[in-house]
């Protein structure tokens, strides 16, 4: 398969009680805190390279990884950035999230090889969403999921260049 | 083609047997208390009160109308959340069970409503000829049951026993959906792990196997061993 253009960068982040004591990943690092995430092949390290010392609970939803921390089970929820803004957007009076996040990681489609002009054509609607005239679409939806209002992009020299 | 790597197995060998001694564990506390709570659900089932019967069969119907996995959220998720919103926190955190623990409860509740009614069977399959020679001999009440219905009704119901300790050992599976490291934890863990479906679930499906056919034996040469005819 081939790749377009990122679309998004990822990261881990944790999620809190919103009256919870912790602010960063550093708080609970060697604290023995307990830590809920989705199963997932790197789950332990993915925990442990963020908060190292944490003890892992894994679960097989994201939603009953959340649940974990909402009957007090952990002390946090290592989850997708996107799905804890998500989370915090929904219910601020109910989470917050770590005010860091690590494993920083790019997002992008995949599509079938050797089909250069469909792939052009990927990256070239993509690019409009995220600088160009369809960026109004993307804003929205980014303020709509993850309650953060994008800055637009400048006119002049090109965005990417920068 | 797939192509068969054992090798992940046995290098995960400690942590599946390790597994499987957990959720034997879990079997057995499930139903040494499910045991006490069908005991005690069956003669309040029988019971000629109906303020004994009404609540034992509205256990019964509700336990057995409702999937063991909910059980399990209810103990390990549901429980904290309406402890911490109800009580004072010291209070809470002394309700508040581990996930083994929430796993047993959970477990003993739920084979408790099917003892019940296997122990209810075995209360009224219990001839009236014995109990009126156990009250010839002065016995009543609890007498009556303790040193006549339950020996009699025991050695019906062994049978019936097996099956459920059997059945009850393959549902501890569920608690890896509250991270309990029990077999299949162990085998769901190195199949995200490894990609190594089949080896993960063969192995954990050979040790179940042969475990529930081992306590089948073994709870077979005990119903030898008491056997007795009425």
Redesign the interface.
């Known amino acids: 398969m081939e790749f377009t253009i990122p679309y998004y960068r990822e990261a881990v982040t944790l999620l809190f009680k919103a009256d919870s004591p912790y602010t960063t990943t550093a708080d609970l690092a060697d604290a023995g805190a307990k830590v809920?995430i989705l199963?997932?092949?790197t789950?332990e390290s993915m925990v442990h390279n963020g908060v190292p010392g944490a003890e892992v609970?894994?679960?097989?939803s994201v939603a009953?990884s959340v649940?974990?921390l909402?009957?007090?089970?952990v002390d946090a929820t290592a989850i997708d950035l996107s799905t804890a803004q998500y989370n915090v957007k929904l219910a601020p009076d109910k989470y917050k999230m770590a005010t860091d996040s690590w494993q920083p990681q790019t997002y992008a489609f995949a599509v079938a090889p050797g089909d250069q002009r469909w792939l052009n054509w990927v990256n070239t609607a993509l690019h409009e969403y995220l600088v160009g005239l369809d960026f109004a679409y993307y804003q929205a939806a980014y303020l709509t999921h993850f309650g953060v209002e994008l800055p637009p992009p400048a006119a002049g020299f090109p965005v990417e260049y920068k | 083609m797939y192509d068969f790597e054992w090798g992940v197995v046995f290098r995960q060998s400690d942590q599946f047997l390790r597994g499987l001694w957990l959720a034997l564990q879990l079997a057995f506390f499930g139903l040494a208390i499910g045991s006490a709570i069908g005991l005690l659900t069956a003669f309040a089932r029988t019971s000629a009160r109906w303020y004994l019967r009404a609540p034992a069969t509205a256990y019964v119907e509700f336990i057995r109308g409702v999937p063991l996995l909910l059980l399990i959220f209810i103990f390990y998720f549901g429980l904290p959340i309406f402890a911490y919103n109800t009580f004072r926190p010291q209070i809470a955190d002394f309700l508040v069970l581990d996930g083994e623990a929430s796993a047993i409860i959970a477990l003993s509740i739920y084979a408790g409503a099917y003892l019940a009614e296997i122990f209810r069977a075995g209360i009224l399959s219990v001839s009236g000829r014995y109990l009126d020679a156990g009250r010839s001999l002065g016995l009543s009440g609890f007498g009556l049951a303790r040193y006549v219905t339950l020996p009699i009704m025991f050695r019906g119901v062994l049978p019936s026993l097996s099956n459920t300790f059997i059945s009850l050992f393959k549902d501890t599976s569920l608690a890896f959906a509250i991270s309990v490291p029990e077999l299949t934890f162990v085998a769901r863990k190195l199949n995200t792990d490894t990609f190594r479906t089949i080896e993960a679930w063969t192995a954990a499906g050979a040790l179940y196997l042969v475990t529930s056919y081992g306590l089948a034996l073994a709870m077979r040469a005990v119903e030898r061993r008491i056997r007795w005819t009425v």
């Open positions: 809920a199963e997932n092949p789950a609970l894994t679960f097989d009953n649940l974990a909402d009957s007090g089970r």
